[in-house]
């Protein structure tokens, strides 16, 4: 642990922080996961499921946990898969 006052209440922040974000992050992760099983099986509520994506993706991207074109690219790949598989 750091000895100056401020670098420990950053370092408690921080840790704060990557909690907040792994849970955003892994969200994400799931809504895509289940919109590709959803395309795989053609699922009837396909559509739903896709833009419940990409709303977490849209979500994560304006908290700042993904850069605008890592939300971009993730949602085109999704929508990409969705395409083929359907």
């Known amino acids: 642990m750091a000895n100056?006052?401020?670098?420990?209440?950053?370092?408690?922040?921080?840790?704060?922080a990557n909690i907040r974000n792994s849970a955003i992050k892994s969200s994400v992760k799931t809504a895509i996961k289940k919109a590709q099983k959803a395309a795989q099986t053609k699922d009837a509520n396909l559509k739903t499921l896709v833009a419940n994506a990409h709303h977490e993706i849209d979500k994560a991207v304006s908290k700042g946990v993904l850069h605008a074109n890592n939300g971009a690219r993730k949602a085109s790949r999704l929508d990409a898969?969705?395409?083929?598989n359907n």
């Open 4 to 16: 100056i006052k401020s670098k420990q209440k950053a370092i408690i922040s921080n840790e704060k």
């Open 81 to 84: 898969f969705v395409a083929k």
